[in-house]
């Protein structure tokens, strides 16, 4: 056990929640509820994703939004994209955090729902985007690779085969003079289980001892904290979760229970084992509640109706 | 890490769910449920409380349930009861498996407000108790610390305090001529976290090595396979669950989120981890499904929505 002090919470709810929700989430309500969640003292907001309107009309407004978002110090916006053109349309906003990120799909058949692109054409979106990178001046990228615990359309996912992804993403990044700072997995369809996370772990500790390791899990079958909490004992400090447990993507195949681990629960579980998050529950709770009232459907989260345990020790009846 | 081969569940649903939920719900129901539960492979159901009819009506038929059981080879029915005229109405069943448990709450308030008892007086009942185990001849009790990870109404629960509990209960069992075979733990408020459940089930284990360890654990703020995997990870091979996470002690003052961890959830993440349930997991999952219907309300269990891996390993598209 190796519990780090401290964890980034990498707040997604706004946008891979809102890209989920079959009803489009007028602006201005996302602007409420992305300023409430920059008070809670999360300081990285995922507020849209920049792909086709025609084909995610609830990430259409991403320019507008971006316009309209408030600036916190100590709160960083950003937006992400799945191409070339997305990642223009982000950086031209001037006011997102661009992900400098290659990621690829372990599984080709989700590359191809997702992004229409196989694993070659994938890999050649990477290879332009690596040049853009270098003319950017960009020192250093963070290596993805999504799907990387199973996958709805393929099943089972080797981890010899998330390795070998990353160590080709790896001698891309290379070979264009870019450095490798983090590596990123994604259970995108939440087939990941504890014992193979902390493999997984493992395994990339292993071989790249020196890179940072975070996580973006889904609950889609109950285990997202579980899974959590193996990561933490092994030290990983930086993870995605979403405000209320909202998300999914709408490409994945979902049947259902499609969403993040939620960023209340997650901040419970960080508090009660002594690991700061720097965020505010009982703030964190009114952004879940305000988020059920926005998607109007229960939301997953657990801590909005079971309760802050830290409140509860300090209540005076106690 | 030292992970059991296999995992005893102990099906609690139809006794703790139905005793939660507002509606009574008919006999002929809990039958329906208990038939379908007995066909999954579970090997204990917990089926009913033996508790005063007038405080608890939703067990008032705990008689007429027993009696209208059909016996399965391989599933034993279980009772439950808080003091002796309970434990007397179980055994006279002549169907229920007795437990043989000394199970004290290390919270008074709680003890107070679920058994009408102060600490002396249910260690008195305790005495009692273990009396008429020793006249039946029962060769060995389990000790049982309940609110042993924190309580609604006395905050935090120091693990000094439930290990104090265990040894005044082993005395206490000792004697009577009673050996001791098993300690049981129960988050009845769902305060645990998965470092406190480590470090209780170790403390356990230094004191106790010879001992089995047994978990009763609530999911009201999301952490409860978390807490499952901390304490199957340390070889705690003994739980119970509550199909489609139903369940929830009317006195433990929940705000909601009551229930217990989910018995479909668990079996899938025993199943992922490789660790033998006996369970056939779509079945339960079937099950899952009913408890919803018979409740009329969404339950939390999510791989009743969120699927099965192992059927979509099987899939002949994959």
Not at 60 to 86: F, I, K, S, W
Not at 237 to 260: I, K, S, Y
Not at 301 to 314: A, E, H, I, P, T
Request: hydrophobic residues 40%.
């Amino acid at each position: 056990m190796s519990f780090p002090d401290r964890v980034t919470i990498r707040e997604v709810g706004p946008r891979e929640g809102f890209q989920f929700e079959k009803a489009v989430i007028p602006t201005d309500i996302k602007v409420e509820l992305i300023e409430a969640l920059a008070q809670t003292g999360v300081t990285d907001i995922e507020v849209a994703s920049f792909v086709r309107p025609d084909v995610v009309p609830q990430m259409a407004d991403a320019e507008a939004l971006a316009d309209r978002l408030q600036m916190h110090e100590g709160v960083t916006y950003t937006g992400t994209y799945l191409n070339l053109r997305g990642m223009q349309r982000a950086s031209q906003t001037g006011k997102l955090r661009v992900k400098h990120g290659l990621t690829i799909s372990a599984s080709e058949a989700f590359s191809i729902r997702n992004q229409r692109a196989n694993h070659e054409q994938a890999y050649v979106e990477l290879s332009k985007r690596a040049d853009v990178f270098s003319e950017w001046g960009v020192s250093a990228v963070t290596l993805g690779v999504a799907a990387a615990f199973g996958c709805n359309f393929e099943g089972d996912i080797q981890l010899s085969s998330v390795l070998g992804w990353i160590r080709r993403l790896e001698e891309l990044a290379l070979s264009k003079g870019l450095g490798v700072e983090e590596i990123r997995l994604l259970d995108t369809m939440g087939w990941a289980n504890p014992r193979q996370v902390a493999e997984s772990v493992d395994a990339i500790r292993d071989r790249w001892p020196e890179l940072a390791i975070s996580l973006h899990l889904h609950d889609t079958r109950g285990l997202g904290l579980a899974n959590a909490y193996a990561a933490l004992s092994l030290g990983v400090d930086d993870f995605d979760t979403a405000v209320g447990g909202l998300g999914g993507c709408p490409f994945a195949g979902h049947q259902g229970a499609a969403g993040n681990i939620a960023t209340e629960d997650f901040v419970l579980l960080c508090q009660e084992m002594g690991i700061e998050t720097g965020v505010d529950l009982d703030a964190m709770i009114e952004c879940a509640l305000m988020a059920e009232t926005i998607v109007g459907h229960p939301l997953p989260g657990k801590v909005k109706s079971g309760g802050n345990l830290g409140s509860y020790r300090q209540r005076s009846d106690l």
